[in-house]
């Protein structure tokens, strides 16, 4: 897998790879998600891919306390290959280059699969309550629509 900083064209690949891992929800709009990520550290939006084909995705942030990673995904047909493993191993360079003592990250506590992936990765968990507000609430996003929509024809990356 080759890991590089995300492309405008790269969009229609990654909205489907987050669709395709159940990672869309209504209140998050995958494309506002992107154009804010592309305001600050671009370069630290990574994806992987395989070819001609996008396969892995990749958020890092780092706010001057901790780093967070949002978005990881692999493609279904390519979990289980190592491939989140080489986007953390990435992710976690990055963070450390800058300075980072600390990464977070939330997952829905039902996600069993992806805690023992985490834990594998010698994350534990923080005792800890996650609070959110929104600032800025996105039109709802179609969820479903874009799930069956996309699924019908997978995006490639373009050259």
Not at 14 to 26: N, Q
Not at 32 to 52: A, T
Not at 60 to 79: C, D, F, S, T
Request: with cysteine; charged share 30%.
């Amino acid at each position: 897998m080759k890991i590089r900083p995300y492309q405008k064209s790269d969009e229609a690949a990654v909205v489907h790879l987050w669709a395709e891992c159940g990672l869309l929800a209504p209140q998050n709009n995958p494309i506002r998600d992107i154009q804010r990520k592309l305001k600050v550290n671009p370069s630290w939006f990574l994806v992987g891919s395989c070819e001609d084909e996008l396969i892995a995705s990749c958020m890092v942030g780092y706010e001057g306390h901790r780093g967070w990673i949002n978005y990881l995904a692999v493609a279904p047909k390519e979990q289980r290959k190592g491939f989140a493993r080489e986007m953390m191993e990435e992710a976690e360079r990055i963070l450390r280059e800058a300075g980072c003592p600390k990464i977070s990250l939330q997952i829905r506590s039902s996600n069993s699969k992806v805690i023992a992936f985490y834990e594998g990765l010698g994350f534990r968990e923080d005792r800890v309550t996650s609070l959110g507000k929104r600032l800025e609430v996105d039109e709802p996003y179609p969820v479903e629509l874009a799930v069956h929509t996309q699924s019908q024809s997978r995006p490639t990356l373009e050259t």
